[in-house]
Every structure is written in C-alpha cells, then in structure tokens.
C-alpha cells in the first residue's frame, strides 16, 4: 500500500497521458470524419435545405469535398 501512496502523482499522471492520446488519437479523428462526411455529402448534392432530399451526387465532387474538410481539420 505504501509503494501506491508513493508513486501515486505518478500513476497519475500515466493515466492523463494515456487519456489524452487516446483522445487525440482515437476519438477527435473519428469525430472529424464523421463531421466532414455528413459536410461532404451535403455540398456534393448542392447544398441547402433539400440536399437530404436528392438522392445522386457525384463521387468525384464528395472527394474533393471530403478532402477539402480533412485538411481544413488538420488530417
């Protein structure tokens, strides 16, 4: 029990760390992706109030614009 109380700022700063990339690696990306492909999608079928509504877009231009929003982001 002594050896817990001892390195205890230690421990926890190891599980700040690991919480931390885990975040910064796991979750914000997964996030960004998501974000940038409802984003994507939108503009490719023209955007607006009615883009839910069509149903084709063009790939080439959902590319582009998936592209465009990842490095926007920082991917």
Excluded: H
């Amino acid at each position: 029990m002594n050896k817990i109380k001892e390195y205890k700022w230690f421990i926890l700063i190891i599980i700040l760390v690991l919480l931390l990339s885990f975040y910064w690696f796991e979750y914000r990306p997964s996030q960004i992706k998501k974000e940038c492909s409802i984003w994507a999608v939108n503009q490719a079928k023209g955007g607006g109030l009615t883009a839910y509504l069509k149903e084709n877009y063009n790939s080439n231009v959902y590319n582009d614009y998936y592209t465009r929003c990842l490095r926007e982001k920082g991917l």
